[in-house]
């Protein structure tokens, strides 16, 4: 699964039970439901995220139990199954990653918790200082790049980056895979993989979608514009 990150990162879905406020019926298996249609629209990451007042946090088998459901999805797509800020939860259900945000934990500790486990590793960027401190970092796989718009779906939010910031990234030259996140959707996607990003990171432009599977189709088919990296 490390192999070939960049590609993985494409169009890179994150969802929990959270996302599925909108919608009626059991939280969890409108995630699968949803997730299923997503991977069969080639969607090509996944990211369990599952956190906050309206998730299953207080309910760790039956978090564990959907994040193993999840797991073996994205498995049977032949797609990475990344878990959101857990790390041993994400150890305990079979992630092939571990995703986490500045504010979750000590990067270094969490690298020296998974330096045995050949885990993908990716990290969340808000600013370009913080941007420029890890970029030499080895342990770290990709960088989550955002939000680049304000978004509903993560109220804690940091301050918007704007399209700018990932027009600007290139000529910084990061040797690493960057996936841009926080409100995007199927109208911004071709204006923001004209930057030469690798991919686009989504939660509500796939949950939210009246039609997941033209949403997948629109989200991935922006043309992709090589830059010089
Ligand atoms: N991190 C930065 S913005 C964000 C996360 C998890 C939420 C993205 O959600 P949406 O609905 O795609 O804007
Ligand atoms: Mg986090």
Redesign the pocket.
């Known amino acids: 699964m490390k192999a070939n990150i960049r590609a993985s990162l494409h169009l890179y879905f994150?969802a929990g039970t959270q996302d599925m406020r909108h919608l009626s019926g059991d939280p969890a298996e409108n995630l699968l439901k949803i997730l299923k249609q997503a991977l069969e629209s080639g969607i090509s990451c996944f990211q369990f995220?599952d956190k906050g007042q309206f998730s299953l946090v207080a309910q760790p088998k039956a978090q564990a139990d959907l994040a193993q459901k999840c797991r073996r999805l994205c498995h049977d797509y032949h797609i990475p199954f990344i878990m959101n800020d857990d790390v041993e939860l994400g150890l305990a259900v079979g992630a092939d990653g571990i995703h986490i945000g500045q504010s979750d934990g000590n990067v270094k500790q969490i690298i020296e918790r998974l330096k045995k486990q050949n885990l993908i590793f990716g990290l969340?960027i808000n600013t370009l200082e913080q941007l420029q401190h890890y970029r030499h970092y080895d342990a770290i796989d990709y960088f989550g790049i955002?939000?680049i718009f304000p978004?509903d779906?993560?109220p804690d939010?940091s301050a918007a980056l704007g399209v700018d910031f990932l027009d600007n990234l290139p000529q910084l030259a990061i040797d690493k895979p960057c996936v841009a996140?926080?409100?995007?959707n199927t109208t911004n996607a071709t204006r923001l993989r004209q930057s030469g990003i690798d991919g686009l990171a989504?939660?509500?432009?796939i949950t939210q979608a009246p039609d997941i599977c033209l949403a997948v189709r629109q989200l991935k088919a922006a043309p992709i514009i090589l830059n010089n990296r």
């Open positions: 994150i995220r969340s955002g939000p978004t779906s993560k939010h996140i926080g409100g995007i989504v939660i509500s432009a």
